[in-house]
């Protein structure tokens, strides 16, 4: 992921996070549900049949929003740099996807259900989660950085 940080404010990151938060909370006071990404995907592959509906919608304003955002504002995309790819590096995407997969399913739960909705109640196993990923993500940054060499 890149940051373009010439055109970023913390006020559109503020916005953002902010509906994000009044999302959850809203699919929660609704529903009773937890907007996880990854249990709302689960739960529509494993063809649950209870409410699959709201899943479906949920998940379709995830992909479809952005695009609107850009009709909306009328912003095209920032431009990226190039991008260095080498003939194995979808090999290293698709493990690492896996991995993340696997973590998922073990933490009984993803980024988005305990960091938003779980910290926002106070959960234990949610801030256990946290804390394990977001150390994960650091040590894995200083490996693959100045260890590694990239």
């Not at 995907?41 to 899943?55: F, M, P, Q, S, T």
């Not at 952005?66 to 290293?92: E, H, M, R, Y």
Request: net charge positive.
């Amino acid at each position: 992921m890149i940051i373009d940080w010439g055109n970023f404010t913390p006020w559109s990151a503020l916005v953002g996070g902010s509906l994000i938060g009044l999302s959850a909370a809203l699919l929660f006071r609704s529903y009773g549900m937890i907007a996880g990404i990854s249990g709302l995907l689960g739960n529509l592959i494993a063809g649950e049949r209870d409410r699959v509906g709201w899943r479906a919608m949920f998940l379709l304003g995830l992909i479809v929003s952005p695009g609107l955002w850009l009709l909306c504002t009328q912003q095209g995309l920032a431009p990226v740099g190039p991008v260095q790819s080498g003939p194995g590096d979808w090999a290293i995407v698709g493990v690492a996807g896996v991995l993340v997969g696997f973590g998922t399913r073990l933490a009984n739960g993803c980024t988005s259900g305990h960091g938003v909705c779980g910290l926002a109640r106070f959960s234990k196993r949610s801030g256990a989660a946290v804390l394990s990923f977001m150390a994960s993500g650091a040590v894995t940054v200083f490996v693959t950085r100045h260890l590694v060499g990239g």
